[in-house]
């Protein structure tokens, strides 16, 4: 058994920036509540040197995940 880091980024349409985070937060509660084997959840936001973009990163690690 291993387990997989995944890392995601997200890159919404301008105005959007609310809902990616609002998700974030929902998917986050509905892992913990029904995916016991995902062993850390993260959401991170970033914005672009010039100050206008935001940038979603949402990491994750499943545990218990059997290589063949």
Do not use: C
Not at 32 to 60: C, N, Q, T
């Amino acid at each position: 058994m291993t387990t997989a880091n995944v890392f995601v980024h997200v890159s919404p349409k301008p105005g959007k920036e609310a809902r990616i985070a609002e998700l974030g937060d929902y998917v986050l509660d509905q892992v913990k509540a029904h995916e016991p084997w995902v062993s850390m959840y993260r959401v991170y936001s970033a914005k672009s040197l010039e100050g206008d973009l935001v940038h979603y990163f949402i990491e994750f690690r499943y545990g218990r995940i059997r290589v063949v």
